[in-house]
């Protein structure tokens, strides 16, 4: 049985080694043709370069044109929220000044009331019965 199996090892030793030679001769031969395609394409590319290379410039230039004028478009729409929010701001000062002020007044106003609470009720005092 150890002889046996001994045998099918060094069998299957051998076809692995015969497998990775073929492997080896295939991805030689396909590195060959691959080459010769990328060369065959490089200069079919070369070609067409020289004569594509104008309308690609004309979109290039064209989609610049347009990206220029959205960053135009954007930079205006920054400004008109800037503003915006520069004049909310200045509402929100002018309404917590406002506030301030009629809190300020509301309190004096309470004081003067207290004060006259605290006089009528002293002249009462005075007043006899």
């Known amino acids: 049985v150890l002889a046996q199996e ?3 090892i060094r069998d299957l030793q051998q076809e692995n080694r015969e497998l990775w030679v073929s ?3 295939h991805q030689d031969a396909l ?6 395609y990328r060369k065959q394409m490089l200069q079919l590319l070369e070609g067409r370069k020289r ?3 104008e309308p ?5 230039q064209a989609n610049s044109g347009e990206i220029e004028s959205q960053i135009d478009r954007i930079c205006e729409m920054g400004e ?3 503003k915006a929010v520069q004049v909310d701001d200045e509402q ?3 309404v917590q000044e406002k506030l301030a002020q009629l809190e300020l007044e509301n309190k004096e106003l309470r004081e ?3 004060i006259s609470k605290e006089s009528f009720e002293m002249g009462r005092e005075d007043l006899p019965d």
């Open 80 to 82: 008109v929220m800037r």
């Open 6 to 8: 001994n045998t099918q």
């Open 56 to 60: 690609v410039l004309k979109v290039h």
């Open 31 to 36: 590195e060959l043709i691959m080459s010769k």
């Open 51 to 53: 004569e594509e290379a």
């Open 112 to 114: 003067l009331l207290l």
């Open 23 to 25: 492997l080896e001769e």
């Open 92 to 94: 929100f000062f002018k």
